[in-house]
Each structure stands twice: as structure tokens, then as C-alpha cells.
């Protein structure tokens, strides 16, 4: 079979394909659901990364869907990176997954059926790892490669996670380094070193699974995971939501070992400057062009932004060196002074 690179396939790609925060927010005005359901505890009045609905016995169930265009060209990994980022709103929400659907859109008159097959083969080897079955799905006949899982989790009533309780004087950390939409960029461009896809791949394929053992951390009052809208964007959901300014020290904050290889070659994704038009009246201190590009770099299956209080960080710090996780606090949370985000370069 021709070999067949999806990338060619994707105008936008991974998280970098979602609509831009701007836009999102005009299509969303006057949408928000005015029903007033007592068992909907987390709906599409916040920005959270998934639903939450009460069971009635001391369990919630966690629901989400996400799906986007491929990111890299090998269909085996395009199926596992997708099915990590969708899994991973569950543990972004404190909670457990249990099973997944799928969601595949495919151009069947453009590339072979069998490469769809491979995709989903992607997606069973990440949920197979988590001891969660693919239970069905839906698919259609598409312009373009489509790919996702909707989820669905539980947790304990008490430990579900939002990202907009955090509170003035808690810690910021960060799970994963940012970067990927540059590589993903370099990548659909033909410019990728084979070495720096497979770590940026397996970094992708990462799931966030320690997001249910802090749903159980009464000291982590935020969390979600950062996504298509960069770390400025999903941290200004914490800020907005929870009514605070956040402090970021950008010396601190973790990227892939080789990003100046890409940048030097330019490769940045449309989306970063979408993002940044959307809130850059929002955000003060960026004035070079490095953290320009990556505080604003869409990622595709990122890690978490967690917020812990500042008393409780060591607690934390010592569950994510358990995990094997690095420990990058990347900045705080403050009282509301005007400024949403402050950046010190």
C-alpha cells in the first residue's frame, strides 16, 4: 500500500483545529442551556472539560467528546494520540474512565479503509492499557480524517475537579512540557527530526492518569488540562472563572528540549495567533517573541494545570515524583488586580 501522509489531510491539526476562542464565543452567545437540572452539576455554563452528572449515590458520572484532525502521519499513532487527549478530560475532572465510543469521520474515496482501521487499532492499544473497553461508536463518510472518543467516567461527588475554584495564594503546576503544536507544525511540513516525533509522540500518548488521585487532594482547588488554546487560554479560564489574576514566571515554565530548533525555522500554527487575538488585551508582560509562541502554542493531549494551595504544595510535589512526573510550579494565583495574567519573562 502507498504510503499516505495524514498530515496532508489536515488543514488544522490535532487541538490546533479547534475554532478559535474569539469565534467560539460568538457561536456559543445566547446558547448556554437555560434548564435548571439538579443533577447537572457541571454543564456548559463553565468552560470545564467535561459534563458531570449526580447519580444520587455518592458517584457522579463524567462525560466528554473530543475529536479533532490528524496531528501526525502514521495512523497507528494519529488513533493513540487522539484517544489520550479525549481520555484525558475524565482525569482532568478528578475522575475515573470506564469506557469510550468512537468517533471517526473518513474520506473513504481518498485514503483506503485500512488505514481507519489502523487508526482505531491506535485507540484500542491506549484504552486496552487502561483496562477501558471501546464500546461502540459512529462513524460517517467525511471530506476529511476525523478522529475521537467520547468518554465517559465516575468519581466520588466530592473529589470532581473544575477549573474555576481556584483560590488567591494557591501554587500553579505543569505536567508536561509545552511545544507540540510547533513540532505538529514542523511535522506537516516535512521539517520533523524522526527522533524528535517519537518523543513528541510518546509525550502525546502520555495520559494523564494522575488526575484521579488528585481528584482525591482537597488542596487541589483547580485543574484542567491544556489543550488547543495554549497555556495562556486554559489558564485564563482559571483566572476568569474563579475571579483572580494569575502570576507566570515564563523562566519556569517546561518546553520540549529541541523547540528552538523549530522555531528558528519558524514553525508556528496558525492557532497561535488566533489564540493570542483573543485575549491579548488580557494578558501583560509578553514582550519577546519566545514566549510569545509558546505561552500560545495549541497543544494536542497536554498536561495538566493544576492549583494547589500553597501549604499543601509539598504533598503534591511528592505524588508527582512518585508518578515519575516532573515538578514544574510554574506560577501563582492572586486577588483580582485589574489584570488577568501577568507574565514575567
Not at 467516567?153 to 505536567?175: E, P, R, S
Request: charged residues 20%.
Amino acid at each position: 500500500m502507498e504510503k499516505i501522509r495524514l498530515t496532508q489531510y489536515s488543514h488544522g491539526s490535532g487541538c490546533g483545529c479547534k475554532i478559535a476562542p474569539a469565534e467560539l464565543e460568538k457561536i456559543l452567545s445566547g446558547n448556554k442551556s437555560s434548564l435548571q437540572i439538579e443533577e447537572l452539576l457541571v454543564g456548559n455554563n463553565t468552560n470545564d472539560d467535561a459534563a458531570v452528572w449526580d447519580l444520587g449515590n455518592g458517584q457522579v458520572l463524567i462525560s466528554t467528546v473530543d475529536f479533532f484532525l490528524p496531528v501526525v502521519d502514521d495512523a497507528f499513532d494519529f488513533g493513540r494520540i487522539a484517544a489520550a487527549n479525549a481520555i484525558s478530560d475524565v482525569y482532568a475532572m478528578g475522575g475515573k474512565p470506564i469506557f469510550a465510543n468512537a468517533v471517526l469521520g473518513w474520506p473513504i474515496d481518498k485514503i483506503p479503509s485500512e488505514i481507519a482501521t489502523e487508526v482505531l487499532n491506535g485507540a484500542r492499544s491506549i484504552c486496552s492499557e487502561l483496562n477501558i473497553p471501546i464500546a461502540g461508536g459512529h462513524s460517517i463518510n467525511s471530506s476529511d480524517p476525523i478522529f475521537g472518543l467520547a468518554v465517559n467516567g465516575i468519581a466520588v461527588k466530592g473529589n470532581i475537579k473544575q477549573n474555576n475554584t481556584a483560590k488567591a495564594g494557591d501554587l500553579l503546576y505543569l505536567t508536561k512540557p509545552l511545544g507540540v503544536g510547533i513540532i505538529t507544525t514542523a511535522i506537516k511540513r516535512g521539517l520533523a527530526q524522526d527522533e524528535h516525533i517519537v518523543h513528541t509522540v510518546e509525550l502525546m500518548c502520555t495520559v494523564n492518569s494522575i488526575g484521579e488521585r488528585l481528584g482525591a487532594i482537597e488542596a487541589v482547588h483547580a485543574l484542567t488540562d491544556v489543550t488547543g488554546f495554549g497555556l495562556l487560554g486554559h489558564l485564563l479560564e482559571i483566572v476568569e472563572g474563579s475571579g483572580l489574576s494569575a502570576e507566570l514566571d515564563f523562566s519556569k515554565v517546561p518546553v520540549l528540549p529541541f523547540l528552538d530548533t523549530y522555531l528558528q525555522q519558524n514553525c508556528i500554527p496558525d492557532n497561535t495567533f488566533r489564540n493570542w487575538n483573543s485575549w491579548e488585551k488580557k494578558v501583560s508582560g509578553i514582550e519577546d517573541l519566545k514566549s510569545f509562541q509558546v505561552l500560545n502554542d495549541p497543544q494536542t493531549s497536554g498536561g495538566l494545570l493544576i492549583a494547589v494551595s500553597a501549604d499543601k504544595a509539598q504533598e503534591l510535589e511528592t505524588l508527582l515524583d512518585a508518578c515519575a512526573l516532573p515538578v514544574h510550579c510554574i506560577g501563582f494565583m492572586k486577588s483580582f488586580d485589574g489584570q488577568f495574567i501577568h507574565v514575567n519573562v
